[in-house]
């Protein structure tokens, strides 16, 4: 297994194995904004599919701003996560999935989540996608690798 490929199963591994991740948006005011979201990532990598009702802060701020960045980590809040924890931030720009293809991305949505049923399936909520163009994967406390998508 070459460099790249030990990167991306790492990234595979670690967005299956977590359900949450951190969204980071831009406001209209120029300022960051974090939310956490439940995910769920394609086989691929190339998009990585949340949540979220209209009305929330996160879609008016990718409304405005489509660029988002997405964290995905595994500490515990141990000492040892220093050395232990890795973390995934995937880049790229969100967009809500309409059309013929919510339906399929709720069911693919609803597999992961099915807490989130009543949730997802609300006239009010929207699903979105980050479309990813790549992912900084951080173990180590400070080794970090670069994997671009395609």
């Known amino acids: ?14 967005i299956t194995d977590q359900r949450l ?23 691929d990598l190339s998009g990585i599919h949340f949540a979220t009702t209209r009305a929330t802060r996160k879609f008016a701020n990718l409304a405005a701003e489509p660029r ?23 880049i790229g720009t969100v967009q809500e999935v309409d059309g013929a293809a919510a339906k399929t991305a709720r069911e693919f949505y609803r597999q992961r989540h099915p807490q989130l049923e009543a949730f997802v399936s ?12 790549r992912y900084y994967l951080v173990n180590r406390f400070q080794k970090v690798m670069e994997y671009h998508v395609g």
């Open 122 to 133: 609300a006239p009010s909520t929207a699903l979105l996608r980050l479309a990813v163009k």
């Open 68 to 90: 988002a960045a997405l964290l995905v980590e595994n500490s515990r809040n141990r000492q040892s996560d220093i050395y232990e924890a890795m973390a995934v931030t995937a």
């Open 1 to 14: 297994m070459n460099d790249q490929q030990s990167v991306r199963s790492a990234i595979e591994n670690l």
């Open 21 to 43: 991740a951190v969204l980071s948006t831009c406001g209209a005011d120029g300022h960051p904004y974090a939310s956490l979201v439940c995910v769920v990532a394609e086989a």
